[in-house]
């Protein structure tokens, strides 16, 4: 089983490389490839991240379809694994850029007040930043006009971390 564990691994260290040099097909082959070993052994949070890059892989390909469908499965299994951050973490991307493009801003704000309500639980400051930067961005779209009250608390958040300037 070790060696599985860590050949998943190794499979979704190459996905991620090929992704961040803009390879996404090649990028996809390895997320598919980690997912089917992370299937094998029913490791839960490998299934989810390899699912959470596939996805992304996906629907930078154009594929949206089977992007959503992928990045939705890895949310529901940060869910059951209980892992608050995970399941912020994967609203936050899912909903930044997805639903907005997919022409559903209402959703993509539901689950982006959501990643707020579990970063504000957890305290942690750059999920909360990238949820109100995500909400203000949908609101600048001109798609929904509500923008005030999130613009200001954003400001607030981002005064309060030590990434301004850097």
Known sequence: MGDRQAIAEALLGQGRIFASRGEHRVAADYFKNALSVSESLKDKLQISTSLHGLG???FTLGDHAHALENL????????ELHD?????????SISGGV??????PPRA????????????????KEIMQGAL?????????????RRGRWRV??????????????
């Open 56 to 58: 992304f892989d996906q």
């Open 133 to 145: 930067q995500n909400i203000g961005n949908v609101y600048q779209l001109g798609r929904i006009c």
């Open 99 to 104: 639903y907005v493009t997919l022409g559903d």
């Open 72 to 79: 939705e499965r890895s949310l529901n299994l940060a869910e």
């Open 153 to 166: 608390t954003a400001w607030a958040v981002c005064l309060s971390t030590k990434r301004i300037g850097s």
């Open 84 to 92: 608050q951050y995970l399941v912020a973490r994967r609203l936050l």
């Open 109 to 124: 704000l539901e689950r982006l007040e959501r990643s707020l309500k579990l970063g504000e639980q957890l305290k942690n």
